[in-house]
């Protein structure tokens, strides 16, 4: 099949990774789209992950963190959570390219008779489909600057196409137009305590044998890796020592795109695209957030309970919107990781959550942990201590309420219990008889009317529509709402079903079918997990003696 001549919008920028994962890559390529935002960029981003799922949507959480949602209801990979709520732009699911996404439509067109007989192989066929899905993202998007991070490290196997399409759209565009950043680890042995350079000349050497140069080095460490370092990198690496950045561990990673700008990496991004900027770079929106950081005078805990806890990336966006809602009421949010598994062995040990400020639920799949999430919601619901749940979390909320408060017994979601005498949580109708998992559950955006002088309707500023991300399968049994409501619980939102519970008279007591965390940015906090710091503030500083609550952190 014959690939047409692209023509491209953007200039790309490729990003990849040496030495090992985990290393911060995500964060290396949103401080280049900071970078170039600053000077009057428009800049988006393209993510390729070299594991032959077709996307991240059947993957377990500890498997690859968190499932990130987009509006247009892709199941993408955790990273584009970095890339949102850093650059501010909302991306599609053809943003995030796979390993299976390639392979299965260069299959599919072998099976359909497409490639005329001929023999179909990793070049041309493989490469050709990987830069005909990055050529489509650049049409789409329209950007001055596309960034492109290839996952995993130089040297995997099963990056070896990916790296190879690179080095050919390199070779056929002009040297101005793409450029290569190489995120590397530069370790320090507690024993010599001193930076050793070794494994990032290893990498760049993977990274030339496939015939590609770095254009920029980071180097990625627990501290600055000092002058003598950076002129070996650079020594090793072909390049001048003004192309080799120390990113080390900061106090927040906010810091990260503005540390690399005070060492020079933003002119030396336009020098390399031999393009001025469109405006000096002032950094005022990250300053302005750094301050309100610094301004941060009391602390809240709050008990996020689960049954992934081991992995923070598993709830990163959870712990992100958190994070982002404290900042904006003046609070540092410590989050503690609760496994609920613990409640059902030992229910006196519910107790614990006395100690914290405010409890959230995240969303879930599947059995395992739900009796515990049931007891936390309980002990929530008893004890005034202000509550938040999401997803899942809504729909055990209605199932404890059921149970505890309408005494129906036995009461159930039929994803735990398919002959629960009462299922007061049911398959969506749409979902009956769907047997393939991947890409089928209700997801994205979709349209909220929220009711007027309810909670929801004061945290999202009296508005009465409003638009948010789903994923789940299962949905509040319509049948059961009126018993619901007749003991006391609100629901104060719905779409096609019921979005939002709330119980009056409780501190903060509100539960979404919704996803509000994946919307969540640092400028933008959500409103759900705003109004649960907000109220946590409030009670802990009227537990205080003689400290009144400051104005604005009151739930109301």
Known sequence: MDVPEPHYHAKFVFIVGGVMSGIGKGIVTVSAGRNFIERGFKVNVCKIDPYLNIDAGTMNPFEHGEVFVT??????????????????????????????????????????????????????????????????????????VLLIEIGGTVGDIESQPFLEAVRQIMRERPANETMLIMATYVPFPPHVSEPKTKPTQHAVRDLKAAGLNPSIIVARAEREIGKKAIEKIALFS??????????????????????????GFGDKLLEIFQETPKQSPTWESTTKLLDLINKQTETIVIGLTGKYTQLKDAYISV?????????????????????????????????????LD??????????????????????????????????????????????????????????????????????????????KLGGTMRLGAHDIDIYPNTLLWKLYGEKTKIRERHRHRY??????????????????????????????????????????????????PSPPYQGLVRSALRIKLEKQEGVEAPVGTTAE
């Open 71 to 144: 509006d247009d209801g892709g199941e993408l990979d955790v990273d584009f959570g970095h890339y949102t709520r850093f650059l501010q732009i909302d991306v599609k699911k053809t943003q995030n390219i796979t390993t299976g996404q390639v392979y299965f439509e260069v299959i599919s067109r072998e099976r359909k008779g497409e490639y005329l007989g001929g023999t179909v192989q990793v070049i041309p066929h493989i490469t050709d489909e990987i830069k005909r899905r990055i050529h489509e993202i650049d049409q789409e998007t329209h950007a001055d």
């Open 238 to 263: 072909g390049l001048n020592a003004n192309a080799v950045f120390s990113l080390p561990d900061l106090n927040d990673v906010l810091e990260g795109p503005m540390f690399l700008d005070h060492q």
């Open 319 to 355: 712990f992100e919107a958190l994070k982002h809602a404290g900042m904006h009421e003046g609070a540092k949010v410590e989050v503690v990781y609760i496994d609920v598994e613990e409640f059902e062995k030992d229910p006196s040990a519910i107790t614990k959550l006395q100690d």
């Open 358 to 435: 405010g409890v959230l639920l995240p969303g879930g799949f599947g059995k395992r942990g739900v009796e515990g999430k049931i007891k936390v919601i309980e002990y929530c619901r008893e004890n005034n201590i202000p509550f938040l749940g999401i997803c899942l979390g809504f729909q055990l909320a209605s199932v404890e309420f059921a149970r505890n408060v309408c005494k129906l017994n036995g009461a159930h979601s039929t994803e735990m219990d398919p002959e629960t005498r009462y299922p007061i949580v049911d398959l969506q109708p749409t979902q009956r008889g769907i047997k």
């Open 475 to 524: 949905e509040l049994n319509p049948a059961y709402t009126p018993i619901l409501q007749d003991h006391g619980l609100v629901l104060s939102a719905k779409s096609e079903f019921y979005e939002a519970l709330e119980l009056p008279g409780h501190p903060f007591f509100l539960a979404v079918q919704f996803h509000p965390e994946f919307k969540s940015t640092p400028w933008n």
